[in-house]
């Protein structure tokens, strides 16, 4: 399988989970062999994987108040760049990031795959939240900036998401990305064991300098970096854990 961002030809890494992941040859880059589309994000991302565990959420909605601040940290960030303008966030779920935005005085847009987080955003929170998916969004709006948030390892076509990226920003936009990073401490010395492989949900594993060359190739500069602080539930981690590594 020839790789999502460069299209040059890959190696075998490891297998896990019964899938095989390897790493592109020329870009370094590492992903899972399978081929995903439109209908691989509707079943991956149904309604299960919110209250179902595994590599998903035991209760999505039991971290709403700690998305919420999640999103409004984010904003706190995005203000040393730039005035709170219009904002697409991808993979928003039910929007509690979203929502944290547009506290902060963001015109929030989210873009989520599953159709009943998408309808909850808009019918419990009010909400601007489409449902789709970024490689294929349709609109003729553009944004001052676009956030990622725990997104870019679940797309199923990152190149063309990216290039998405680049004719929905405005000029100047800015692109937010929170990843797993697949070159950190933690991830080498767990190797295949590193509890982000996890497929079939997640589908590639960047490194930050990997994922900051691509994306110079389309553009864009490099302004902050950084390792956040982040929480999540006890059930949520107890979940993680026994989906990677059983009881």
């Not at 370094?28 to 994987?49: K, L, P, S």
């Not at 960030?77 to 005085?105: C, E, Q, T, W, Y």
């Not at 159709?115 to 709006?141: I, P, V, W, Y």
């Not at 064991?193 to 553009?219: F, R």
Request: contains cysteine; aromatic residues 12%; hydrophobic residues 35%.
């Amino acid at each position: 399988m020839n790789c999502p961002l460069c299209s040059s030809p890959s190696v075998p890494a490891f297998e896990t989970k019964g899938y095989q992941i390897v790493d592109c040859t020329v870009c370094g880059h590492r992903f899972a062999v399978i081929a995903a589309d439109e209908n691989h994000v509707a079943e991956v991302y149904g309604d299960e994987y919110f209250n179902g565990g595994g590599a998903g959420y035991s209760d999505y909605f039991a971290e709403r108040e700690m998305l919420e601040k999640r999103g409004e940290m984010y904003a706190e960030k995005l203000a040393k760049f730039v005035s709170p303008g219009r904002l697409l966030d991808v993979g928003s779920a039910a929007g509690f990031i979203l929502k944290g935005f547009a506290n902060a005085g963001w015109t929030a847009t989210g873009l989520e795959p599953n159709q009943s987080m998408a309808d909850f955003g808009r019918n419990e929170l009010g909400l601007d939240l489409h449902c789709g998916s970024l490689e294929t969004f349709d609109t003729k709006d553009r944004f001052s900036a676009v956030s990622m948030i725990q997104v870019a390892a679940h797309l199923y076509d990152p190149a063309s998401a990216f290039r998405r990226t680049t004719e929905l920003l405005e000029e100047d936009g800015l692109l937010l990305i929170e990843t797993w990073n697949r070159a950190s401490y933690s991830a080498r010395i767990l190797g295949k064991h590193w509890h982000e492989y996890s497929p079939p949900s997640v589908l590639q594993w960047y490194s930050a300098e990997g994922l900051t060359e691509y994306l110079k190739g389309l553009g864009f500069e490099r302004l902050a970096l950084g390792r956040k602080k982040k929480k999540i539930s006890g059930d949520h981690a107890k979940s993680l854990l026994k989906y990677r590594l059983g009881d």
